[in-house]
């Protein structure tokens, strides 16, 4: 399964679309990137493809994301690694939903958190990382966040709009 990857970016005036779509304001611009052509399937956690963390933050919040399609019986693998320094609060988004799909969020301590509105609706998950620590001389620089879409029953498939937005708590 091929999925296109973009990367939302708050650049101002320097972009050359506007995505209104993605959920942020009419001030707000976006520039989508696609992903290569020879892109892995993430049909597993170990295949996951990567959804590059936001390179700034603001109190309004920066996103970054994925457009998908699920096929009926898979889960798709997602994950983001956020800067262990730069951490702070996060939202996890699934819209424009076709069918009755569903997001799971596994933190780096493995604590797992699980969006299952109805139908179509968006499916929300906020998590912090704000709070995040390690102890020993090898702490890493940055804290994995694990993120699964499914379908509600294994005939559930479409396609989907995954954003992480994070969000600058100075």
């Not at 920066?62 to 693998?77: I, K, N, P, R």
Request: with cysteine.
């Amino acid at each position: 399964m091929m999925t296109k990857k973009i990367l939302w970016l708050g650049l101002g005036s320097a972009l050359l679309s506007t995505l209104s779509a993605c959920g942020g304001d009419d001030s707000t611009a976006y520039e989508q990137q696609l992903a290569p052509a020879d892109e892995p399937s993430n049909q597993t956690l170990e295949s996951a493809n990567e959804i590059i963390a936001p390179y700034t933050y603001t109190s309004a919040g920066v996103s970054s994301g994925t457009y998908g399609a699920l096929v009926a019986g898979e889960s798709d693998y997602y994950y983001v690694d956020v800067d262990f320094f730069e951490s702070g609060d996060h939202d996890i988004t699934l819209t424009d939903l076709d069918d009755d799909l569903d997001l799971e969020v596994t933190d780096w301590n493995g604590l797992v958190y699980t969006s299952q509105a109805s139908g179509t609706a968006d499916e929300f998950i906020a998590i912090s990382t704000e709070q995040a620590s390690f102890f020993g001389d090898d702490d890493p620089d940055d804290v994995r966040i694990s993120i699964r879409v499914y379908g509600k029953t294994d005939t559930s498939a479409g396609d989907f709009t995954l954003t992480f937005t994070s969000y600058d708590n100075d």
